[in-house]
C-alpha cells in the first residue's frame, strides 16, 4: 500500500510557459504533502509543505507566487511553475503523509527542462 | 510495486552501539545508491551514496554496504550516538537521475 503517482515523469516546456506537475495518493489519504527540488550533489531542498485544504507553507527563499502548490483533495496535489525559466530546470519530488502510518511515501519525480 | 524497500520503520538502539539500516531493491539497472536523513519539519538531507561498482563506501561513523546479487544495501552507523535519532531513507538513482526512494525507518537512539 501507500503509492504516491506523480506525474508527468520529464517534461521540456518553453521559457515564459507554466507547467503542472501532479502527485496523486493512489491508496490512502495524504493529509500532507512535501515537495521538494532536487539540487546537485543529491541534496534536496523542501520547497513547500501543504496540508490539505490550507494555504501552503512556503521554505525561506521559494517565491509562492512562482511556485504555486494547491492541495484541493486528500489524494491530489500540485506544483505548479509559473513563467518558467532556464534556471528553474531541476528535479522536483514530492511526498506524502497520511492518517495511516506509511511513514513519508515519494513520487517518481518529474525532471522539468526550460528551453 | 515497491522498487527500493524498507521493511522496518523503526529501529531503536543504544547509544554507543551499531545501528544497521536495511534496503532491499528490485530493479538490477539501478547503479547508483544514496541514503538520506530525515529530521522533522526538514528536508532531507544527503548522508552517503555507493555506486554499483563498488560493495562498500565508509565516511567516519557511516558505512554503506551493498550486495547486488542480493539486491541489497545497508547503512551501519558505529558508534551510535543520540543526535543519529531520525529518519533514514534509502534511494535509488533511475538512468535519468531520477531518484526511487523507500519509505524510511525512523531510528531512535537511547542514551
Known amino acids: 500500500g501507500a503509492v504516491v503517482s506523480q506525474h508527468p515523469s520529464w517534461v521540456i516546456c518553453k521559457s515564459g510557459t507554466s507547467v503542472k506537475i501532479e502527485c496523486r495518493s493512489l491508496d490512502f489519504q495524504a493529509t500532507t504533502m512535501f515537495w521538494y527540488r532536487q539540487f546537485p550533489k543529491q541534496s534536496l531542498m523542501l520547497m513547500a509543505t501543504?496540508?490539505?485544504?490550507?494555504?501552503?507553507?512556503?521554505e525561506q527563499g521559494v517565491e509562492k507566487d512562482k511556485f504555486l502548490i494547491n492541495h484541493a483533495s486528500l489524494t491530489l496535489s500540485t506544483l505548479t511553475v509559473t513563467s518558467a525559466h532556464p534556471e528553474d530546470s531541476s528535479f522536483y519530488i514530492c511526498?506524502?503523509?497520511?492518517?495511516?502510518?506509511?511513514?513519508?511515501?515519494f513520487g517518481s519525480g518529474t525532471r522539468l527542462t526550460v528551453v | 510495486d515497491q522498487q527500493v524497500k524498507q521493511n522496518s520503520p523503526s529501529l531503536s538502539v543504544q547509544e554507543g552501539r551499531i545501528s544497521i539500516l536495511n534496503c532491499d531493491y528490485t530493479n538490477s539497472m539501478f547503479d547508483y545508491f544514496l541514503w538520506y536523513k530525515k529530521y522533522p519539519a526538514e528536508g532531507p538531507t544527503f548522508l552517503i551514496s555507493?555506486?554499483?561498482?563498488?560493495d562498500k563506501n565508509e565516511d567516519g561513523r557511516f558505512t554503506v554496504f551493498l550486495n547486488k546479487s542480493a539486491k541489497h544495501l545497508s547503512l551501519h552507523i558505529v558508534p551510535s550516538q543520540p543526535g543519529d535519532s531520525a529518519v533514514y531513507f534509502c534511494?535509488?538513482?533511475?538512468?535519468?537521475?531520477?531518484?526511487?526512494f523507500g519509505k524510511g525507518t525512523k531510528l531512535s537512539v537511547k542514551p
Open positions: 534511494a535509488a538513482s533511475g538512468s535519468q537521475g531520477n531518484l526511487i
Open positions: 511526498s506524502a503523509i497520511g492518517t495511516e502510518n506509511y511513514g513519508y511515501t
Open positions: 501543504s496540508n490539505e485544504g490550507s494555504k501552503a507553507t512556503y
Open positions: 555507493i555506486s554499483s561498482i563498488k
